[in-house]
């Protein structure tokens, strides 16, 4: 998601997704795809049940899923390449122990930096 105050031009802009040490992932946005000011965007992969309708709910309808691991790093990158916002997750295992439930439970730590966006 990236949440602007004025316009901001994000054609050919890529939001770059790589889950433990698999294959990076890469989406691109349309070369002529503005994000208006107070607006937000929000990119969608195939199978996630939305449909697509921009300019706020962009389908990657050649992605089925952004995926899933213990680290998760996705970044998002102007055109020249130079990285504007990060999103990392991290997932722990901790052991429950009020014995309800599952033995183990799975965490999620995150860390984000940006100059102008947030990655949700």
């Keep these: ?11 050919n802009w890529r939001l770059k997704r790589r889950v433990d040490d698999g294959e990076e992932i890469i989406f691109k946005f349309s070369p002529k795809f503005v994000l208006k000011a107070g607006q937000s965007v929000t990119v969608w992969s195939a199978n996630a049940g939305v449909s697509h309708s921009p300019p706020s709910d962009l389908l990657w309808k050649s992605q089925a899923s952004w995926g899933t691991g213990s680290v998760m790093v996705t970044s998002l990158n102007n055109v020249d390449g130079e990285e ?37």
């Design 1 to 11: 998601m990236c949440d602007v105050l004025q316009d901001q031009p994000l054609g």
């Design 84 to 120: 504007v916002a990060r999103r990392s997750v991290t997932k722990t295992q901790m052991e429950v122990e009020n014995g309800e439930g599952d033995e183990e439970d799975m965490a999620q730590k995150g860390k984000v930096s940006s100059r102008e966006c947030t990655i949700m």
